[in-house]
């Protein structure tokens, strides 16, 4: 499937964001990544279709939260709380047959968008 992620931006220490990420078909699984600048990807939350289990990295539990509308394939990342280490350009990757396991093991991903930028300062 293709991915198209909106809502990125520059936004203050303390603020808020939402991120949203419209698939072309039907998935299983969606999931957000994001790259800082000299770092590798990191996997940030993923949610599977059945179910609406989430997961989250320790670093944006409490913060993030992710849903998603299976009726719109959209998956959104409601951002709050946003701290200047979480700037790093944000992926949306999806799975659309599967569950991968571990979520954040982003080789697992079949389909990924071509990113958000998202800066804190």
């Known amino acids: 499937v293709q991915l198209v992620e909106s809502g990125g931006g520059s936004v203050q220490n303390g603020g808020s964001l939402r991120l949203s990420c419209a698939a072309s078909?039907?998935?299983?699984?969606m999931a957000w990544f994001r790259r800082a600048p000299g770092k590798g990807r990191e996997g940030v939350a993923s949610?599977?279709?059945?179910?609406?289990?989430?997961y989250y990295a320790d670093s944006v539990k409490g913060r993030f939260t992710i849903s998603r509308d299976n009726a719109k394939n959209t998956v959104y990342l409601q951002m709050n709380s946003l701290k200047p280490e979480d700037t790093a350009m944000y992926y949306c990757a999806a799975d659309p047959n599967g569950c991968p396991r571990p979520w954040y093991l982003s080789r697992l991903y079949k389909d990924w968008g071509q990113g958000t930028q998202v800066t804190v300062s």
């Open positions: 949610i599977y279709a059945a179910g609406g289990s989430t």
């Open positions: 078909g039907s998935t299983v699984t």
